[in-house]
Every structure is written in structure tokens, then in C-alpha cells.
């Protein structure tokens, strides 16, 4: 046997003697990376439902058309919202005159007695034109004229005859224009006397005819 035989020997000995080396394992890792896009849209199919039956709202009715009124109940409903009655602020100053702003249109209520005439007084400065329009056989009417220029005016003395309860209108037309319009209630109690009033008009003086009135500061 030669040294290489030997020496072959020996190698595959010292080979077989020795364990082969480990085989190396690999671990799985899983990484989860974020999205890099959204996820596509989907398509969603709803079943449309049947609308349902709306009741709509009746249509507005249309208002009734008053009914003219016959002339006259249309006349006696006009003149008893006219009416003015004597109040308590009329008596003011503990004074039997009742004293009364005129208004156009207005009818001033006036009670007469024939135990005693009442007084019609119109305001200072105003002459009638036109005295009271009534039945000398039911009414004693006297005129007065009062007082000097330019504050004359006319007083009227009203007296009826009966004491029969009834109610008419009458007017006074003044020089001025203006209608002082009555409403004569005869009953068993009489006024003492009615004095009409203008509502005062303000006026602005200037120091000047040619300037424009100043105000009040």
C-alpha cells in the first residue's frame, strides 16, 4: 500500500467523522405598507320608491262681496258714528258750558228742554250766515249778536215748545264757512249752553317780514 492510498484513506475518514455544516433558515417577515391609492368607487343600485300621493291645499275662497246697504240704514249708520257727546273734560273749570272743538262733520249732541233755552255759542270772530232751519210751531229760536270787531260772533238761544222726546239735525253756517252741524235731543233735561272752540293755530314770528321764521332751539 502506497502513501497515497494511505493519504486517501485518511481524508475520507476525517470526512466521514465530521458533521455537515447547519443548512442556514429564513425567517418570513410580513410588512404592511400603507395605501397608495383609494380604493376604487363602487357602484351602489337603490331601488327608487314610489312618490307619494301629496294632498295639496284647497285653493283661497274668494271673500264675499258685502252687500250695499240701502240708503237709509246707510245714512243712519253714517251719522251715528258722527256723533259727539258731551263729556266730562267738556265741563272742565267747573263750568256749565260745555265747550266743544268743532270738526268738520262731526254732529254735536245737544239736549234741549222747554223749561229753558240752551245757548249755542259759535266762536270768536264767526257771524252766521245761515241761522237754524226749524218748525217755529215746535222750536224758539233767537239770534244774539255779541261782543265788538274783530271778536263779534253769534249767539243762538234754542228753546223747544214740547217736551215731547224727539231727536233731529240741524246746521249753523258761519260766515267763515264753516258748518256747525247739531244734533238736537229733546227730552225733560236740557243743556245750559254748548260753546264751540277752534283747535289754536301756531304760528312762527320773524324779526324780519322778508326772512324765514326761526325755529325753536
Not at 217755529?136 to 263779534?152: C, I, K, L, Q
Request: proline share 13%.
Amino acid at each position: 500500500m502506497t502513501w497515497r492510498t494511505l493519504l486517501l484513506l485518511a481524508l475520507c475518514g476525517l470526512t466521514a467523522c465530521t458533521a455537515p455544516p447547519p443548512v442556514p433558515t429564513v425567517e418570513t417577515v410580513v410588512v404592511f405598507l400603507p395605501a397608495t391609492q383609494e380604493p376604487p368607487p363602487q357602484c351602489v343600485m337603490l331601488e327608487r320608491q314610489s312618490p307619494l300621493p301629496m294632498s295639496l291645499p284647497p285653493p283661497p275662497k274668494r271673500p264675499k262681496l258685502a252687500k250695499a246697504l240701502p240708503p237709509a240704514q246707510l245714512i243712519a249708520q253714517a251719522e251715528k258714528a258722527a256723533l259727539v257727546f258731551p263729556t266730562e273734560r267738556g265741563y272742565h273749570g267747573n263750568s256749565a258750558r260745555q265747550k266743544v272743538l268743532w270738526q268738520p262733520g262731526k254732529l254735536v249732541v245737544v239736549y234741549l228742554s222747554p223749561s229753558a233755552a240752551t245757548e249755542i255759542e259759535l266762536p270768536p270772530g264767526e257771524q252766521l250766515a245761515s241761522g237754524l232751519a226749524l218748525n217755529p210751531d215746535m222750536y224758539e229760536v233767537t239770534n244774539v249778536r255779541v261782543g265788538s270787531e274783530p271778536a263779534t260772533k253769534d249767539v243762538i238761544k234754542l228753546r223747544p215748545l214740547s217736551d215731547a222726546k224727539q231727536e233731529t239735525n240741524v246746521s249753523l253756517l258761519g260766515m267763515s264757512g264753516r258748518s256747525y252741524d247739531l244734533h238736537l235731543i229733546v227730552g225733560t233735561r236740557g243743556q245750559f249752553a254748548v260753546r264751540f272752540e277752534l283747535a289754536p293755530i301756531v304760528q312762527q314770528v320773524s324779526d324780519d317780514e322778508g326772512m324765514l321764521p326761526r325755529l325753536p332751539r
